[in-house]
């Protein structure tokens, strides 16, 4: 193969920039939009430091632009910090949003005789570009764990976990922003990730909670229809009755009576312990809406959460199977479950309500357990009761 084919492969770090909303403005608009970007990149410090030690690389993608900084990776953050911050002071505001990451590129000429890189690196910061809204400066995890050892940056990485983009690909995110520039709002694409995480959830909890109610229902079913008097430890009534009063001796000596209710009032008939009506009624019961701050193994969230609870306080809208206890103020569920063969879920909410009887504290923990390895995801928010 011809030398000259050969790929020219090297480490570089990316500052992809693309213009939001760009296919939206009118033509005239657009050309001014990104003759301005240009200019104001042009103007940062970093991009006139690299050009002159002949470090950086420019590629124009239309609506924005990629830089490829080959000296180090704090060059592109640094730049896009300064960038940012100079966006500010725009006058119409120039929507913009940008992704680092350093990687493996190739240097080709294209069908201009112009210089130009493909690979992984430029593609990945791409998609985590791809991530973020009008203002966000999203670095990939590789990238951040360079950064971080440096105190100067350590304050400006905040971690938003996993996010699926284009062809499956999930990529490691890092939000980086601080008082000078970046947007420290939560992406819109991490918002709806999160959404679906919670639906799918609680979509698993109903499913499990729709299976152990079919159980329970089978167990009943076959007690009350199929189990024998002598299974439930006691004489027949015949046994203690008189041959020729057999009727009158079943209805007239109570304790034959609780023995024939024993086994259907032991397990399936005996009330549950609650506190008076009135008195739950003013407490637990109704509906309790708020938003609830989650914390996972690699990301944090927040989400509305309607919590109904009935009159007896024994069951929870929201909530399958387990069991509901009280002490004081406090309304307690617990319960443990498993997914699939090998992992062993537990759960467990609490409501307190406050003195004022409608405002409650709400937690939730939730730990689950495969093999060796556990993780666990916690939540808490205040309720208000609304009926």
Avoid at 6 to 25: C, E, M, Q
Avoid at 99 to 115: K, P, Q, T, W, Y
Avoid at 129 to 158: F, Q, T
Wanted: glycine share 8%; charged share 20%.
């Amino acid at each position: 193969m011809p030398t000259n084919l050969t790929p020219r492969f090297r480490i570089g770090h990316v500052l992809f920039i693309d213009v939001v909303g760009y296919s939206k403005l009118l033509v005239n608009d657009q050309t001014r939009v990104v003759r301005r970007l240009n200019e104001l990149v042009q103007g940062t410090e970093q991009v006139r430091l690299a050009s002159k030690k002949n470090k950086l690389l420019r590629v124009a993608t239309g609506d924005g632009m990629a830089l490829v900084f080959r000296d180090s990776p704090e060059s592109p953050v640094r730049c896009a910090l300064e960038l940012s911050q100079a966006l500010k002071k725009e006058t119409p505001p120039i929507p913009i949003r940008m992704g680092i990451h350093s990687g493996l590129l190739n240097e080709v000429m294209d069908v201009n005789n112009r210089m130009n890189v493909t690979g992984a690196g430029i593609n990945i910061a791409q998609r985590i570009m791809d991530c973020g809204d009008a203002g966000h400066i999203l670095l990939s995890k590789h990238v951040a764990e360079d950064l971080e050892h440096d105190e100067r940056w350590r304050p400006c990485l905040h971690d938003l976990g996993q996010c699926e983009v284009k062809h499956g690909l999930r990529v490691e995110l890092v939000n980086l922003y601080n008082s000078e520039g970046g947007n420290p709002q939560l992406p819109e694409k991490i918002r709806r990730t999160r959404r679906k995480r919670v639906a799918n959830s609680a979509l698993v909890l109903s499913s499990a909670g729709i299976l152990g109610l079919a159980v329970l229902g089978t167990s009943w079913f076959v007690t009350a229809h199929f189990q024998k008097p002598n299974d439930a430890g006691f004489k027949p009534v015949a046994e203690t009755t008189p041959a020729a009063t057999p009727v009158a001796a079943t209805t007239s000596t109570p304790e034959v009576t609780l023995a024939n209710m024993t086994l259907g009032n032991s397990i399936w008939r005996q009330p549950l312990k609650t506190a008076p009506a009135s008195r739950t009624q003013k407490l637990f019961a109704g509906t309790w809406r708020g938003t609830i701050h989650s914390v996972g193994p690699q990301s944090t969230w927040d989400s509305q959460i309607e919590l109904n609870i009935d009159p007896s306080e024994t069951h929870w809208s929201n909530m399958s199977s387990g069991s509901v206890s009280r002490q004081n103020r406090t309304l307690i569920y617990k319960r443990s479950y498993k997914l699939g063969r090998s992992t062993s879920v537990q759960v467990q909410a609490s409501l307190t309500v406050n003195e004022d009887g409608s405002t409650a504290a709400y937690s939730t923990t939730q730990v689950s357990v495969t093999g060796k390895s556990a993780s666990k995801t916690s939540g808490k928010g205040i309720l208000e009761k609304v009926r």
